[in-house]
């Protein structure tokens, strides 16, 4: 396979600057990597494979010629310039929600639907889901593969870090200066300040009640697991953590599980850690968790007043595994299903 050329737009952001990093590290072969952001970044040098990359400004480049483009600056930058780079021949990866519900846009998971870009989509766009979901779709995929699941209802605890690096300046500036005896700095990234509080809001709250990552939630599991009667319902919640979001998932079955095949099934899933053993494993928590790659599951019970009930706890860094890891990842499938660089 030829170099590939790659453009990151966002490249100095959260997941942006996560992505190079992983990309440095992989094995695909880069012929020329565009690191592109807002003018303010711009002429910022970034070391990639003994190379010094200038970041551009993305509106005042010419030249959308790529073979990938990975978009993780929002939304409304996703919507302008998916498609204008996709018109140019590259494979757009794009982070953000704006096509994750587009029929003809394939929302990847590597581990669980490789299948869906077995070729070329056709707006030459392929959707990274939502943070919260790929961990909890990673979580559930051998479970509601192998049993007859009847409902899920989860709690989500999101980090900071899930609206980038200005939601972990505002978390650290302001717990500084609650420390200090200050109020600090009014909430620009949250509802309300974040710092020694959790807020059970992550995204605009609609007519109905539901906040808008709850939404997610449900719409992405659906597609990414082929299952689009799922019944699911969240509180998604964030809380003061820079980096790592948390889960606790209750799953009602048809019929009365057996805990020792649910551990079967986890610990024989890639890329799941099972901590079977919470007496002498443990538990993850998002500060000290280890193989930032990897789904952590644990708390793993049987309700004891529904034996049809099973609870989990799980764990996973959200700049990794929620974002610019799955990114790599679809990248690499890409690849290897030649939908992008050819023989």
Same mark, same amino acid.
């Given at each position: ?7 990151? #737009? ?19 072969? #880069? ?5 592109? $952001? ?42 302008? /310039? ?7 021949? $590259? ?6 929600? $704006? ?9 990847v ?5 490789p ?8 707006p ?5 889901p ?13 479970? #509601? ?34 420390? +200090? ?13 974040l ?12 007519? +109905? ?13 659906r ?57 002498r ?18 708390? #793993? ?5 529904n ?5 989990? /706890? ?16 679809? $990248?690499?499938?890409?690849?290897a ?7």
């Amino acid at each position: 396979m030829r170099s590939l050329n790659i453009s990151i #737009v966002g490249a100095t952001g959260a997941v942006g600057a996560e992505l190079t990093e992983l990309l440095e590290a992989s094995q695909i072969p #880069v012929n020329r990597l565009r690191l592109l $952001a807002s003018r303010n970044s711009a002429g910022r040098q970034v070391r990639f494979r003994d190379e010094i990359c200038f970041v551009e400004a993305l509106y005042e480049i010419g030249d959308l010629e790529t073979d990938i483009a990975f978009l993780c600056a929002g939304s409304a930058v996703s919507l302008e /310039w998916a498609p204008r780079f996709a018109a140019q021949g $590259a494979l757009v990866i794009d982070n953000s929600n $704006a096509f994750r519900m587009d029929p003809d846009v394939p929302l990847v998971v590597p581990q669980i639907n490789p299948s869906v870009l077995s070729h070329r989509p056709r707006p030459g766009i392929v959707a990274n889901p939502n943070c919260t979901t790929i961990q909890l779709a990673r979580a559930l995929r051998p479970l #509601v593969t192998a049993l007859d699941v009847h409902q899920i209802i989860l709690a989500t605890y999101q980090a900071a870090s899930g609206v980038g690096l200005m939601g972990i300046d505002e978390l650290r500036n302001g717990t500084r200066a609650a420390l +200090e005896g200050s109020s600090g700095p009014p909430a620009a990234r949250f509802p309300v300040p974040l710092q020694f509080n959790v807020i059970p809001q992550v995204g605009e709250i609609d007519l +109905e009640g539901v906040a808008l990552e709850e939404r997610k939630l449900v719409q992405e599991a659906r597609k990414i697991l082929a299952m689009p009667d799922l019944r699911l319902t969240s509180t998604c919640v964030r809380v003061p953590v820079e980096n790592g979001h948390s889960e606790a998932v209750y799953l009602e079955f048809e019929k009365p599980v057996c805990l020792e095949q649910v551990h079967e099934l986890l610990a024989q899933e890639e890329g799941v850690r099972l901590y079977a053993d919470g007496i002498r494993e443990g538990y993850p928590t998002p500060r000290f968790l280890t193989n930032p790659e990897d789904v952590h599951v644990a708390r #793993v019970r049987v309700n004891p007043e529904n034996p049809r009930g099973l609870w989990l /706890w799980v764990v996973a860094d959200n700049l990794q595994v929620g974002a610019a890891l799955n990114a790599l990842l679809i $990248a690499q499938l890409a690849i290897a299903n030649r939908v992008v660089g050819g023989k």
